[in-house]
């Protein structure tokens, strides 16, 4: 065995299918690749006029920089997202919404959701 492909989701068990993958991987000496689908991001704009859709993109990054490279590689005239409640540790840390509106290098609109 050389590797071992550990697949997550972004529920609260990742963590623990994560630590089980590396356990293995380390009684095993054999590397991880780590997978996340987005198949729900195909699911979220199945209804959409495809006409309005130019393109969905994916990418590795920590969420802030993604979404900050990707409005400046794809030439966005307006960055859209959404802003959730956030705890203390929030506050003093910054939110990914924060660090977009504060780093991106063109307008941003954030969307509050109400719980």
Request: net charge neutral; proline share 3%; charged share 25%.
């Amino acid at each position: 065995m050389k590797r071992i492909l550990v697949a997550l989701d972004s529920s609260e068990r990742a963590p623990g299918v994560l630590a089980a993958a590396l356990r293995l991987a380390e009684l095993t000496d054999v590397k991880l690749v780590v997978f996340r689908a987005h198949g729900d991001l195909e699911r979220l704009v199945e209804g959409l006029p495809r006409d309005r859709i130019e393109k969905i993109i994916t990418t590795f990054a920590t969420p802030w920089d993604g979404i900050c490279t990707a409005g400046r590689e794809q030439d966005a005239d307006l960055i859209v997202l959404g802003s959730h409640h956030y705890s203390r540790l929030d506050q003093l840390l910054g939110t990914n919404a924060g660090k977009v509106v504060n780093r991106a290098d063109r307008n941003v609109l954030v969307v509050r959701t109400v719980l």
